[in-house]
Nanobody, 121 residues
Framework: QVQLVESGGGLVQAGDSLRLSCVAS????????MAWFRQAPGKEREFVAA????????LYADSVKGRFAISKDNAENTVYLQMNSLKPEDTAVYFC??????????????WGQGTQVTVSS
């Protein structure tokens, strides 16, 4: 089991920055891909960014490329999502998730409880 706890959400204005954190525990993460998803009211959950814990490779949704950056701190078992130039359309609940790359299904089996990000115009 992998436990994930997010933090860092809040209410900001358009153009501001925010950094989300996701602390992982319970398993060695070297074979995991950690990701951020978001879900806006009335919309489906969508992928935002991901990072492979082992090699640091990153992936981004087109909508956040150049504005968001995902990173990790091995010592703290923490994944971060630095969000810059925030837009009202970035408003959503942001979830941290993990998938074991050795299983090969790309199904995210572990999820955090989510943290609300609200961007006012």
């Amino acid at each position: 089991q992998v436990q994930l706890v997010e933090s860092g959400g809040g209410l900001v204005q358009a153009g501001d920055s925010l950094r989300l954190s996701c602390v992982a525990s319970g398993r060695t993460l070297s074979n995991y891909r950690m990701a951020w998803f978001r879900q806006a009211p009335g919309k489906e959950r969508e992928f935002v960014a991901a990072i492979n814990w082992g090699n640091g490779r990153t992936l981004y949704a087109d909508s956040v490329k150049g504005r968001f950056a995902i990173s990790k701190d091995n010592a703290e078992n923490t994944v971060y999502l630095q969000m810059n130039s925030l837009k009202p359309e970035d408003t959503a609940v942001y979830f941290c998730a993990a998938t074991n790359l050795l299983i090969g299904t790309s199904v995210y089996d572990y999820w955090g409880q989510g943290t609300q990000v609200t961007v006012s115009s």
